[in-house]
Nanobody
Framework: QVQLVESGGGLVQAGGSLRLSCSAS????????MGWFRQAPGKEREFVAT????????YYADSVKGRFTITRDNAKNTGYLQMNSLKPEDTAVYYC???????????????WGQGTQVTVSS
């Protein structure tokens, strides 16, 4: 079992930055791929970024490529999403997820956090 807790969300002006953190319980965090997803009001949850178990590979949605960076620190059981050049359309609840196999859909992920709100004002 893995429990995930996100933090770092908030209100920021367009063009600003935020760093989200995802703290994982348990000693097996390093055996899970990690992903970030987001859900805006009235929209379906969408993929943002994913990182492999060893942080050797990452993959991003086209909408955030070049602006967001996903990283992880397995020694701290924590994953991160650095978000730069934020746009109003980035406003959403952001969720971190962990699964034995990562991917760009929600299906491979077994564990989810409760989400953290990110609001970008214009």
């Amino acid at each position: 079992q893995v429990q995930l807790v996100e933090s770092g969300g908030g209100l920021v002006q367009a063009g600003g930055s935020l760093r989200l953190s995802c703290s994982a319980s348990g000693r097996t965090f390093s055996t899970y791929a990690m992903g970030w997803f987001r859900q805006a009001p009235g929209k379906e949850r969408e993929f943002v970024a994913t990182i492999s178990r060893s942080a050797g590979s990452t993959y991003y949605a086209d909408s955030v490529k070049g602006r967001f960076t996903i990283t992880r620190d397995n020694a701290k059981n924590t994953g991160y999403l650095q978000m730069n050049s934020l746009k109003p359309e980035d406003t959403a609840v952001y969720y971190c997820a962990a699964g034995r196999n990562g991917g760009t859909t929600a299906l491979p992920y077994d564990y989810w956090g409760q989400g953290t709100q990110v609001t970008v004002s214009s």
